[in-house]
């Protein structure tokens, strides 16, 4: 099999992305006070999506 294509970082595209999300939802988080509902609609989600966003990246609440 191939190996995967790397970005130039040596890391793949999807834990760039996870790293992405994960850093925008926790500070997001932070910014409405662990606000689910702000912090949803401030990022452009619902609270469900956000919900499987927290529990994909394990984000407990605000200061997780």
């Known amino acids: ?3 995967p294509v ?6 793949r ?3 760039l992305v996870e790293s992405f999300e994960t850093e925008r939802v ?3 988080l932070k910014q409405f006070g662990g606000n ?3 912090t949803a609609e401030f990022l452009g989600l619902t609270r469900k ?8 990246y394990r ?5 997780s």
């Open 13 to 15: 595209l999807s834990d």
């Open 26 to 28: 926790r500070a997001a």
């Open 6 to 11: 790397r970005e130039p970082c040596g890391q």
């Open 49 to 56: 999506g956000l919900r499987n966003k927290m529990r994909r």
């Open 59 to 63: 984000i407990l609440d605000a200061g």
């Open 36 to 38: 689910k509902s702000r």
């Open 1 to 3: 099999t191939a190996e």
